[in-house]
């Protein structure tokens, strides 16, 4: 079993990552708020994520579909962790399963090198919402 620390750049948000995982690669999305972002995630079930801080230390930050959740410190902004969106119907149609868990942004985890991890490319930017 393996736990991982995490924090947003100030150490306000802090968290843990624990379970039989292995971090062996990491996602890079370029949909508008990705690119933007920047963040390196990989996806982990919904109760390998534990918050070592109260929510209200976050902020949620929702568009689109309004099916995924963005949380931010409110002090230094960075994102930690984020809820995937819901596949578009379109998706759905392709096979894409629904996941309902987290994504970790790994440059927020202690001891991971993310410089070292290969990144699999999403094309968020492909995606219609509205299909």
Same mark, same amino acid.
């Given at each position: 079993?393996?736990?991982?620390?995490?924090? *947003? =750049? +100030?150490? &306000?948000? !802090?968290?843990?990552?624990?379970? #039989? $995982?292995? $971090?062996? =690669?990491?996602?890079? *999305? #370029? *949909?508008?708020?990705? =690119?933007? &972002?920047?963040?390196?995630?990989?996806?982990?079930?919904? /109760?390998?994520?534990?918050? %070592?801080?109260?929510?209200?230390?976050?902020? %949620?930050?929702?568009?689109?579909?309004?099916?995924?959740? /963005?949380?931010? +410190?409110?002090? +230094?902004?960075?994102?930690?962790?984020?809820?995937?969106? /819901?596949?578009?119907?379109?998706?759905? !149609?392709?096979?894409?399963?629904?996941? #309902?868990?987290?994504?970790?942004?790994?440059? *927020? %985890?202690?001891?991971?090198?993310?410089?070292?991890?290969?990144?699999?490319? $999403? !094309?968020?930017?492909? $995606? !219609? =919402? #509205?299909?």
């Amino acid at each position: 079993m393996s736990t991982y620390k995490g924090s *947003c =750049h +100030c150490g &306000r948000v !802090r968290f843990e990552v624990h379970g #039989d $995982i292995a $971090i062996d =690669h990491a996602r890079v *999305c #370029d *949909c508008s708020i990705c =690119h933007r &972002r920047g963040a390196l995630n990989f996806r982990v079930p919904k /109760d390998a994520l534990s918050l %070592l801080t109260p929510w209200e230390e976050l902020t %949620l930050y929702q568009w689109g579909s309004k099916t995924a959740m /963005d949380f931010f +410190c409110r002090t +230094c902004g960075i994102l930690p962790f984020r809820r995937p969106s /819901d596949p578009t119907p379109q998706e759905l !149609r392709d096979g894409v399963e629904p996941f #309902d868990g987290w994504a970790v942004n790994v440059r *927020c %985890l202690e001891g991971i090198d993310s410089q070292s991890l290969p990144v699999k490319q $999403i !094309r968020g930017s492909q $995606i !219609r =919402h #509205d299909a």
